[in-house]
């Protein structure tokens, strides 16, 4: 891993919601993503399309980073990765949509779990009214 910001982005704007209600916790990556990210890594979580403006939902920490073979994903890596799968299958097809390519399941993938990073409120600066020209 190299220095800077590094982003963990979405370019469905289906996952806004999963992603603000804490509903998707991870992410299915295919290949092998583990030189870019790791445990502990702090990343912006976004959704957008490439060369396109994106959206900032929230900084995340990287809780763990699993390489392994599409045939070995769990139920719990599926569900984490979208609430609404529940079978392998089902995510085999999403990631052929995504990659543009037949998916086997001898194909390494990369499930890159991250929790959301909670700021507290910040100080409200005076009395809370609204400031008034004098």
Do not use: C
């Not at 998916?103 to 409200?124: G, K, M, N, Y």
């Amino acid at each position: 891993m190299k220095g800077g910001i590094y982003v963990l982005n979405f370019y469905s704007a289906v996952f806004v919601d999963q992603l603000k209600r804490g509903r998707k916790t991870a992410t299915i990556r295919l290949g092998d993503k583990s030189n870019k990210y790791e445990r502990g890594q702090v990343v912006w979580i976004t959704v957008g399309f490439r060369h396109s403006p994106r959206e900032k939902i929230f900084t995340a920490v990287i809780d763990d980073v699993e390489v392994k073979r599409v045939a070995d994903l769990s139920r719990r890596d599926i569900e984490h990765d979208n609430p609404e799968f529940r079978r392998l299958e089902e995510t085999k097809r999403f990631l052929e949509q995504i990659y543009s390519r037949p998916v086997s399941d001898d194909d390494l993938v990369t499930v890159i779990r991250f929790s959301q990073i909670v700021e507290p409120p910040r100080a409200h600066l005076g009395n809370g009214e609204t400031p008034h020209r004098n």
